[in-house]
């Protein structure tokens, strides 16, 4: 259950000291039509990724790494290999975990942690966050990315999330980085490269049995 509370924790840090100009109404029109044409359009995703944890608890930052694989419409697999073994597989509305060899399983529709947890993490990567009333978005952008931050409205997330950033290519559309916010102040920033698009994955990728 931790480390799957740490897998919301996809995300990362931006300093408060950092400054970028809002968009205009036609910018962020263009950003959510972008996005949903790069929902609608991207069936599968295979990336590397690498993972920072901080937290207020620690001196040190926790670093990993590890491969990422997403597939329509709620596949997901997140296998860390590095400094540790452990994969996350969301299939539909099941968890499955394998650490240290053991594998689990939890329907997210049974317990609501789970089920916040799919919702957040499928909607990060596919962008239906961007519409979903669960949050209030602001809009802004980098050199390369948009930039699209996410406040929580309802106070049972408020609890355990603060805020939500997620960083859209300015050239596909799809997600560069993910970054959560806690409101203890401990934070993850998880960022992708050598994405590939719409190449073949083989089902088996999202079963650990």
Known sequence: ???????????????????????????????????????????????????????TILKDRILTSGKFFFKKEQQLRWEYTHPFSYTIVIRDDEITIRDEGEVRSFNTQANRVFAEVNRIIIGSVRGTLLDDTGFKASYTQSNGNYIVRLTPLLVTLQESLQEIVIYFSKADFTVDKLELFEPAGDFTRITFSTKKLNQPLSNEIFSLY
Do not use: C, W
């Not at 259950?1 to 205009?24: E, N, S, V």
């Not at 996005?35 to 937290?55: G, L």
């Open 1 to 55: 259950m931790h480390r799957l509370i740490l897998l919301l924790a996809l995300f990362g840090y931006l300093p408060a000291f950092t400054q970028y100009k809002p968009l205009d109404a036609s910018t962020i029109n263009r950003i959510k039509e972008g996005v949903a044409e790069a929902a609608r359009t991207t069936n599968t995703i295979s990336s590397d990724f690498t993972q920072e944890k901080e937290m």
